[in-house]
C-alpha cells in the first residue's frame, strides 16, 4: 500500500510541472507575436509611430512678439522694449558644409583679437574659450545684452563662425520717472514679457501682442539641422500707446518731488497736474519712487494717484462752500464768531489755530480756512445734502480711469459731529485723482471733465485703434458760483501773507489748502508732523486751464519749504507750456521742430541746429549722435537747448549757470549720472568745475538759487 501512494504523489508533481511550462511558453509566444506587430505595424494603440519618431527631433522655438512702446504725448518713448543679443562661437567643423562659406570658428586667434577690441573683453579670456573641444561657446558676461549699435559693429567685422542669440527685455530710459504710471514689465517663467501695475499691467494683453513660433529639425544639440526644412509662424507685434502724459511737466514734477524728498523724510507725497479743458492727465510725480528696470526702490504695489484714499482736510472746504452756495444757503458778507463751536451732541469743533479771528464774514473764514464757519454753513445743510453734493462732485466713486486699482474714497458721515468733520475733509476719505476731477470745474464753468491717463492707441499696423476724447460729465456749480469760489480761492493765495509763496512770479493761480488729521484705528495719530498736507487749485488764474494738486503725508519739514516748492515747480511749468502757442503773437519763424538725429555725425547736426538758432550742447567727444533731447518731432524757440549724447562717454562739465532745474536734470538723465538739488530755482553751481571730467559714478551736487 505504501508504494501505491508514493506513485500517486509523484503523478501530481508532473502534472504541475507541466502545467507551469505551459503557461511559460504561451507568455513568450504573446511576446514574439507582439514584437512582429510592433515592428510591421505604423501604428500601435493609436500613436503613429513615425510622427513619434520624427517628433523627438523636431522642435517648436516660440517667437515672442515685440511689446508695444509707451510713449509720452508728444512721441517721446517713455517704456520699450530693446533687442539685447549674446554673442555665440560656434566651434565645431560639423556645422560647415561647404568649405566657400565657413560656419564654424577658422581662425581663433583673429577672431579673438576682433572681438576684444568691440567688446572690451580680454584677447586672452576670449581665445581660451574658443580652443575648448565644445559644439559651441559663450563669451562670458562681456557678450551678453549686447545692443544693436555692437551687433552692427561684430558683423560687419564678417568673422566665421559667430552669431547671435537674440532677446528681449523692457527698459525705461528715465529710471525712476513716472514709474507708478508706467508700472513695470518682467519675463515671466516661460520666457514672455508680461507687465505688472500702471498702464504695463492695464494694457498688458494690448501691448504684448500676439506670439509666433517657428518648427524645425533638431540635431543632437537642439539646434537646427543644415539645409531642413522650417515652419514658421510670424509673431504680430504688440500696440503702442501714447501717453497724456508731457516729458516736460513731468520732469518738473518729479525734480519737485526728488528736491523734497532729497531734504525732508515723509511717508508718501504726489504732486499731479491735468488740463482741466480735457482731462488728460499732463505729469504726475510720486515719493516713494522706483525703478522699473531694477524694481529698485520699490516699497508698495498701489499707485498713489488712484489707489491712496485719505482724509483731504480743509481743500474739502472748497465743495462744502459750493454746496451751501447752490442750496441757496450762502452770504458771503455774513458774519460768525471763530474760534470755536460746540454742537447738540456736546462736541466742541476747534480752529486750526484754537483762537480764531474774533467775528469775521464768512469770505473771510474761507479764507483763513475756519473749521467753525465750514461747520455751520454744514449744519444749516444737513447730512443728506452734503453728501449729495459731495457725489455729484465724483467723491465717493471711481473715476474710471484706465489704472489699475482704483479706489472710490469714503463718504461715511450722518450724525451732528461727522457732518461737521465732513466739512472741512475729516471722517472721509478721497483719492488725488478725484480731486483734480472736482477741480476741473473751475476751468469750464462748472462741468467737470474725466480724467484720462491715454492720448491714443497705435497697432502694429500703424492704424489709430484709439484716440482720447473729452468727457464732460455733470455741472457741480452755477456760472455765478463757480466764479464766486475762484475768487475766494485767490484770496487764499494773494489775501493770507503766510501763504503768499505759493504764488510764482510769473503768473496767477489760485487755490486752498489742507492740513488733515492721519486717522487711525483709535482716533488719530499725534505728534509735530501727524498730517497729510495738501494745497490744491487752478492756473491761471484769469482763464484757468489746468488744475494741480500737491499732498504729502508726514512731511518732516515747515511748511514754507513745501510752499516754496509748489510755487517753483508751477512757475516752471507755466515757462515750458508758454514755450510755443498756436494762434498767439509768438514769431512762426521762431518755432522749429527737431528732427531726428541718432546716428548722424556731431558735427553735422552741431552745425544744422547752431544755423537753426538753438543752443547745442554735446556730451561726450563721439563723432556719432546715440541720443538726443529734445526728440523728433518736438517743437521748441530759436534759443532753446537742444542735447546730444554721442558715442563717447568722455563727459566733461560745461557752463550750466543760469540753467533750470528741468535742463539740468535732463543733462544728468542723458549722461547717467546721479544728481540732488540743493534749494529751488537755476543753477548758479555745481561740485564739479566746468571742463572737469564728470564722475559718473558718484552724485553731482547742483546749487539753485531762485
Known amino acids: 500500500m505504501a508504494k501505491i501512494v508514493k506513485a500517486k504523489k509523484l503523478s501530481k508533481m508532473n502534472v504541475n510541472l507541466r502545467i507551469t511550462m505551459l503557461f511559460v511558453s504561451l507568455f513568450f509566444i504573446a511576446i514574439i507575436i507582439k514584437l512582429t506587430y510592433v515592428s510591421l505595424s505604423t501604428e500601435v494603440d493609436g500613436t503613429d509611430l513615425a510622427a513619434f519618431v520624427s517628433s523627438r527631433n523636431t522642435k517648436k522655438e516660440t517667437l515672442y512678439a515685440t511689446r508695444g512702446t509707451i510713449y509720452d504725448v508728444n512721441g517721446e518713448k517713455l517704456g520699450e522694449n530693446s533687442n539685447s543679443y549674446t554673442v555665440i562661437a560656434y566651434l565645431s567643423e560639423s556645422r560647415t558644409t561647404n568649405p566657400e562659406n565657413p560656419r564654424h570658428v577658422v581662425d581663433k586667434g583673429k577672431t579673438a583679437k576682433a572681438l576684444s577690441e568691440v567688446l572690451g573683453i580680454s584677447e586672452e579670456s576670449i581665445l581660451s574659450l574658443l580652443n575648448q573641444t565644445l559644439y559651441q561657446t559663450y563669451l562670458g558676461t562681456g557678450g551678453k545684452d549686447i545692443g544693436e549699435d555692437v551687433k552692427r559693429q561684430i558683423e560687419k567685422l564678417n568673422l566665421p563662425g559667430i552669431g547671435f542669440e537674440e532677446s528681449q527685455k523692457r527698459t525705461y530710459k528715465n529710471k525712476n520717472y513716472a514709474s507708478y504710471i508706467l508700472g513695470y514689465a518682467r519675463k515671466n517663467d516661460s520666457g514672455e514679457i508680461t507687465g505688472y501695475l500702471g498702464i504695463e499691467g492695464y494694457y498688458d494683453d494690448i501691448l504684448k501682442g500676439t506670439d509666433g513660433y517657428k518648427m524645425y529639425q533638431q540635431d543632437s544639440y537642439g539646434y537646427q539641422i543644415p539645409n531642413t526644412e522650417s515652419y514658421t509662424v510670424e509673431a504680430e507685434s504688440g500696440s503702442d500707446i501714447y501717453l497724456s502724459i508731457d516729458n516736460r511737466i513731468q520732469l518738473i514734477l518729479e525734480n519737485t518731488m526728488s528736491q523734497l524728498s532729497e531734504k525732508y523724510e515723509m511717508d ?82 476747534k480752529d486750526w489755530n484754537n483762537e480764531g479771528w474774533g467775528k469775521i464774514t ?40 484706465t489704472l489699475p486699482a482704483e479706489a472710490s474714497g469714503t463718504l461715511n458721515f450722518k450724525y451732528e459731529s461727522e457732518l461737521a468733520n465732513a466739512s472741512f475733509g475729516q471722517g472721509m476719505s478721497v483719492t488725488p485723482i478725484q480731486m483734480l476731477q472736482a477741480l476741473s470745474a473751475f476751468a469750464n464753468d462748472g462741468y467737470m471733465v474725466k480724467p484720462y491717463i491715454v492720448d491714443k492707441i497705435v497697432d502694429a499696423k500703424g492704424n489709430t485703434t484709439f484716440n482720447a476724447e473729452t468727457n464732460t460729465l455733470n455741472k457741480i456749480a452755477s456760472t455765478e458760483n463757480i466764479n464766486k469760489m475762484k475768487e475766494l480761492m485767490y484770496s487764499v493765495v494773494y489775501d493770507i501773507p503766510d501763504n503768499n509763496s505759493y504764488a510764482p512770479s510769473n503768473m496767477t493761480i489760485a487755490g486752498k489748502t489742507g492740513t488733515a488729521e492721519i486717522a487711525t484705528s483709535g482716533g488719530y495719530e499725534t505728534g509735530e508732523n501727524a498730517y497729510i498736507r495738501s494745497f490744491g487749485g487752478f492756473f491761471p488764474y484769469e482763464d484757468p486751464e489746468y488744475v494741480f494738486y500737491f499732498a504729502t503725508k508726514k512731511i518732516n519739514s515747515k511748511t514754507s519749504a513745501v510752499k516754496n516748492a509748489v510755487s517753483m515747480a508751477l512757475g516752471e511749468i507755466a515757462k515750458e507750456i508758454n514755450l510755443v502757442e498756436s494762434g498767439s503773437d509768438v514769431d512762426q519763424e521762431k518755432i522749429i521742430t527737431i528732427d531726428h ?48 549724447l554721442t558715442n563717447k562717454t568722455d563727459f566733461t562739465m560745461p557752463n550750466v549757470t543760469g540753467w533750470s532745474s528741468s535742463e539740468i536734470a535732463q543733462f544728468c538723465n542723458l549722461i547717467g549720472v546721479k544728481y540732488v538739488f540743493n534749494l529751488y530755482g537755476t543753477v548758479i553751481s555745481t561740485n564739479v568745475n566746468i571742463g572737469e571730467q564728470i564722475p559718473l559714478d558718484q552724485t553731482l551736487e547742483i546749487n539753485l538759487s531762485p
Open 268 to 349: 508718501w507725497g504726489i504732486f499731479v497736474v491735468m488740463n482741466a479743458k480735457t482731462g488728460a492727465i499732463v505729469g504726475s510725480a510720486t515719493n516713494p519712487t522706483f525703478n522699473p528696470n531694477t524694481l529698485e526702490g520699490i516699497e508698495s504695489y498701489m499707485n498713489p494717484l488712484v489707489s491712496y484714499q485719505y482724509e483731504p482736510g480743509s481743500t474739502m472746504k472748497v465743495f462744502s462752500y459750493l454746496a451751501a452756495m447752490e442750496n441757496g444757503l450762502y452770504n458771503g458778507e455774513d458774519t460768525f464768531q471763530s474760534g470755536s463751536i460746540k454742537l447738540s451732541d456736546g462736541t466742541t469743533i
Open 362 to 401: 464768512y469770505n473771510k473764514g474761507f479764507a483763513h480756512s475756519s473749521n467753525v464757519g465750514a461747520t455751520k454753513l454744514a449744519l444749516s445743510l444737513g447730512s443728506q445734502k452734503l453728501r449729495e453734493y459731495y457725489e455729484s462732485c465724483g467723491f465717493g466713486s471711481k473715476t474710471g480711469i
Open 597 to 644: 538725429f541718432t546716428s548722424a555725425k556731431t558735427e553735422n547736426v552741431v552745425a544744422t541746429l547752431t544755423n537753426k538758432g538753438l543752443d547745442v550742447v554735446v556730451l561726450g567727444s563721439g563723432n556719432y549722435v546715440v541720443n538726443q533731447y529734445p526728440e523728433a518731432g518736438i517743437t521748441i524757440l530759436k534759443g532753446n537747448k537742444v542735447f546730444l
